[in-house]
């Protein structure tokens, strides 16, 4: 049995606890925030929920095998192998700060014990587990690689769907040292079913992450290229990719009018940053292309109205994603941008957000029971409950930009609005 501590109770780590100890290992989670240590300790879960989370938190507690600490440094002093799922956060530009995890990386060097097993599974730009942590873990008097192991394994589920992927997603693991790499997958063995993916060396396995996201929104890119392409040529893109995906070697993605999230648009900038030669143009174009749909959307609408100016365009949806709380990187943010540069007014909504936290993005909140008045509507998220609106209660409603390709085109003009998808054929054409 190993003695393990997690670093990072938060929406992936404490999941992360709960499936070590289903798997019969003694948890010691930590995190500085103190309510999230206190559910744990009683065995509770925080309000979000993860299916499967709250079951697993119960039965391990029952069980004695988790408990949870604010005090990382004690915490590691008693575990064999520390796992650190810490977020590194980033700036609107991507730009990443490292102080949560620095601070983490403190307190665990100030507790590490020789023979112990350090393993970063937060999403990291490549060479910062070796160049950036080890050193730091160093300052405990232990060498990496020697007296203590160190490794780097990318977290790759998805929240809502994070056991299933657990259990089903190759864990990909790659030391500092072959011994730490051993030592890693022999940990995982314990703790996962799934199978074990051997990476040469961290840095590599730091790489594997990036590339999978990078190749999702380089993949988004040439959809949402193609899918203007389309649009200007009245084809239907969507029907297109369809038909084209049923080629074995075809994954076109789906366009869109924008790439949300903490993930798929900040993790390729973590490539961009270290790309001082300029090698890496399509990551760069495609970060560009995506960006863009924003404007390209906007100006649709102003090509509509003839001016924004005073004009009151209302969005849909400030998450990222249906059915998920967040607003990262939003493409709501970056509409809500251009629109106001043009001078239109602008409303947002979103089911998961309440009226005080949509205005804290300096907009005014709108209400579907009943909506303001306003000439456009922009669906950026496909929440449910935007699938089967009644469009004929929108008073003065002239366009409508279904930005997810998610509405019943035929509603929309029932209700005398024109209907935009985006590489619907229906879109801007030019
Ligand atoms: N959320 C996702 O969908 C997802 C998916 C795959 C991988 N990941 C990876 O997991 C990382 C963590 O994501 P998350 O969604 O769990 O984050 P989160 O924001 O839900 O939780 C982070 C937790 O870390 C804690 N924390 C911050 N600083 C700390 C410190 N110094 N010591 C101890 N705890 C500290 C916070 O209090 C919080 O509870 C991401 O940065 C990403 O690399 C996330």
Redesign the pocket.
């Not at 670093?7 to 780590?13: A, E, M, N, P, R």
């Not at 930590?30 to 925030?33: F, G, R």
């Given at each position: 049995m190993y003695s393990v501590a997690v670093?990072?109770?938060?929406?992936?780590?404490l999941a992360l606890a709960a499936q070590y100890a289903d798997k019969g290992q003694r948890v010691i989670g930590?995190?500085?925030?103190p309510t999230?240590v206190e559910l744990t300790n009683r065995g509770e879960v925080p309000l979000y929920s993860e299916p499967g989370l709250a079951e697993r938190v119960a039965s391990a507690h029952t069980a004695g095998r988790l408990s949870a600490t604010t005090e990382?440094q004690k915490a590691v002093a008693q575990s064999d192998v520390v796992v650190v799922?810490?977020?590194?956060v980033v700036d609107q530009s991507g730009s990443p700060d490292f102080s949560?995890l620095d601070?983490?990386t403190a307190?665990i060097a100030r507790g590490l014990r020789s023979g112990a097993l350090v393993i970063y599974?937060?999403?990291l730009p490549m060479g910062t587990t070796r160049g950036r942590f080890g050193p730091m873990l160093e300052q405990s008097g232990l060498r990496m690689g020697v007296d203590f192991g160190l490794a780097f394994s990318p977290?790759?589920?998805?929240?809502g769907r994070t056991f299933h992927d657990l259990r089903t997603y190759p864990k990909v693991v790659g030391g500092i040292t072959p011994e730490s790499t051993d030592a890693a997958t022999r940990f995982y063995r314990t703790v996962l079913d799934a199978e074990i993916l051997v990476m040469p060396d961290s840095e590599t396995a730091e790489f594997v992450k990036l590339a999978e996201t990078t190749y999702r929104d380089v993949n988004i890119a040439l959809a949402n290229e193609l899918a203007r392409f389309a649009d200007s040529r009245g084809v239907d893109a969507s029907a297109a990719f369809r038909a084209a995906n049923t080629q074995p070697y075809s994954h076109l993605h789906q366009a869109g009018v924008g790439v949300g999230g903490?993930?798929i648009p900040v993790y390729p900038r973590f490539l961009l940053a270290h790309d001082k030669h300029a090698e890496l143009g399509l990551v760069r174009r495609a970060r560009q292309i995506n960006d863009g749909m924003a404007k390209y959307v906007v100006d649709a609408i102003e090509e509509h109205l003839g001016t924004l100016h005073d004009k009151r365009v209302l969005v849909l949806g400030l998450a990222y994603r249906p059915g998920q709380k967040e607003a990262s990187f939003s493409s709501a943010l970056l509409l809500l941008d251009v629109l106001r540069t043009r001078g239109a007014r602008t409303f947002l909504h979103d089911p998961l957000f309440s009226e005080t936290e949509i205005a804290g993005y300096g907009v005014e909140p709108a209400f579907l029971e009943s909506p303001p008045p306003v000439h456009a509507v922009i669906v950026q998220t496909g929440h449910p409950e935007y699938l089967d609106l009644d469009w004929s209660r929108f008073q003065g409603l002239c366009v409508v930009v279904d930005g997810r390709n998610v509405l019943d085109a035929a509603a929309v003009k029932h209700a005398g609005a024109a209907y935009m998808g985006i590489g619907t054929g229906t879109g801007p054409r030019r």
């Open positions: 670093v990072g109770l938060g929406k992936i780590g930590c995190d500085i925030n999230v990382t799922i810490v977020p590194l949560a601070l983490a307190a599974e937060t999403t977290e790759r589920v998805l929240v903490h993930c």
